[in-house]
Structure formats: structure tokens, C-alpha cells
């Protein structure tokens, strides 16, 4: 094989490896499914193609190593989407406690919708929102007024929600005892920084999961960072020190 050929397809394959990686992060993008919270619609382990556009492409916002938590954050760019989602689509999305993990869930209420859920039927502003074609239950259904901290808002459980209004933007939301959980995590996803003091020393509130820590790293010595041995918490702990919070 002469130079002028080796130099060729080392040409042409460049071409290829960048118009790929152009369409990556522009129009499509790859995706394996993590979990199986969509079987029988979507499996384990399924290889997936996600539309970036419809909802408004953006550009990269993290440099760094695939499936490593080496890199960095970069400013970002959105360009305007075809449409908003809708209920019924199935989303793509930054799982919130590790935006470097995918999730893939289905939308079913918009902001400004009241979703409620009673003896494992799902209803949207009072309408019956029926069971997918393929969907089944895998669980046992959980009693009627079984709370379920690991619930959103600790307001009921997988079989039966309470009514809840779907934030939308405009809407105000109150500071207050029964709204903190909320606004901790939405403010710690916004990028602000909300410390908790007392007696025993200042904590950090943070919205990386230890237990996901602990899967991707394989070591207990990650959950020493956190309390009650270390000084970070997470807002939807159950153990969490009493004290003073700063916003």
C-alpha cells in the first residue's frame, strides 16, 4: 500500500469519525437504557436513538472521558425547539442527582396539570391517563395510606398519590416547612449553594446521591463524606441534623 493511498483513507476516515461525532451532538445521539422502569416498551440494556431537536438542540455543555467522571463543565447554547413536550412522549433527559446518566422516561402531565394517582390508576386533571398497550404492574400494590419517603414529597406512595399541581414558570412558590424539600433541590439544581449550621458544624447540602457514588465507584469510603460521619447532606435525606438554613 503506497503513502498517497495510506494518507487517503486516513483522510477519509477522519471525515467520517467527525461528521459522526458532529451528529452526535447536534441531531442524534446514542443511548442505552439503564434501568427497567419502561419494560416491556423499552428493555434493559436497549440501544436507543434520541431525537436532540425537536425540543431545542443545544450544544455540548460537559468536555471530558465517556462513562468517566473526568472533565468539565462548559457554557452552553439552545437553539429555539420545533415544540414543547407533550403528554405521551417519551423524554430522554439528565437524571437531576447525575447529569452524566441518561434517563428515559415517558411524560405524562404538562405544567399546569393536576396529577393524581388512586389505586394504581393515573389521573390528569381528573382524567383517566389509561395504561400503556404493553404496560404491567411488577410490584404488589402498596396499601392506601402507606407513606413512601423515597415518593416525591413524601405524599403518598408508587399506587397512590396525592394531588399535585405540575410547576409551571410564573408560578411563586412559598418558603416554608412543608415547600423546603422543593425548593432545596430545585435551588441546588439551579446552581446555588445552601449550607445547614449548628452545634455540630456546618453541612453542605449536595444533589449527588451517595448511594450512585457507591455503584460507580465500587468503595463504602465514599459514604464517609456524608452525614452523619462526613459534612455533606442531601435535601431528601430522612436523617437529616436539626439547625439553620442558609441560602
Not at 417519551?90 to 389505586?119: Q, S
Not at 412558590?173 to 439551579?190: R, S
Request: proline letters at 7%; charged letters at 25%.
Amino acid at each position: 500500500m503506497n503513502k498517497d493511498k495510506i494518507l487517503k483513507e486516513t483522510r477519509s476516515l477522519f471525515i467520517i469519525i467527525l461528521v459522526a461525532l458532529l451528529l452526535k451532538v447536534t441531531l442524534i445521539e446514542a443511548y442505552i437504557v439503564p434501568t427497567g422502569s419502561m419494560e416491556k416498551t423499552i428493555m434493559i440494556g436497549d440501544f436507543l436513538i434520541g431525537n436532540r431537536f425537536v425540543y431545542g438542540m443545544r450544544t455540548p455543555d460537559w468536555i471530558g472521558i465517556p462513562y468517566t467522571d473526568i472533565g468539565f463543565d462548559i457554557p452552553y447554547f439552545r437553539f429555539p425547539k420545533f415544540r414543547e413536550p407533550k403528554q405521551g412522549d417519551i423524554i430522554i433527559f439528565k437524571y437531576p442527582r447525575y447529569p452524566r446518566l441518561k434517563y428515559v422516561k415517558r411524560c405524562i402531565a404538562e405544567p399546569g396539570d393536576t396529577l393524581e394517582i388512586r389505586d394504581r390508576k393515573v389521573f390528569i386533571n381528573g382524567n383517566e391517563f389509561a395504561l400503556p398497550e404493553h404496560g404491567r404492574f411488577i410490584l404488589p400494590m402498596a396499601a392506601k395510606h402507606q407513606k413512601d419517603q423515597n415518593i416525591f414529597m413524601g405524599k403518598g406512595n408508587k399506587d397512590n398519590f396525592a394531588k399535585t399541581i405540575i410547576p409551571q414558570e410564573g408560578d411563586r412558590i412559598p418558603i416554608g416547612p412543608e415547600t423546603a424539600l422543593l425548593v432545596m433541590q430545585l435551588m441546588l439544581m439551579d446552581g446555588h449553594e445552601l449550607t445547614l449550621k449548628n452545634k455540630e458544624g456546618v453541612f453542605q447540602f449536595t444533589m449527588t446521591d451517595p448511594a450512585d457514588l457507591y455503584r460507580r465507584k465500587g468503595s463504602y469510603e465514599v459514604l464517609d463524606e456524608y452525614y452523619p460521619n462526613g459534612n455533606l447532606l442531601n435535601p431528601w435525606s430522612t436523617n437529616m441534623p436539626r439547625g439553620e438554613l442558609f441560602f
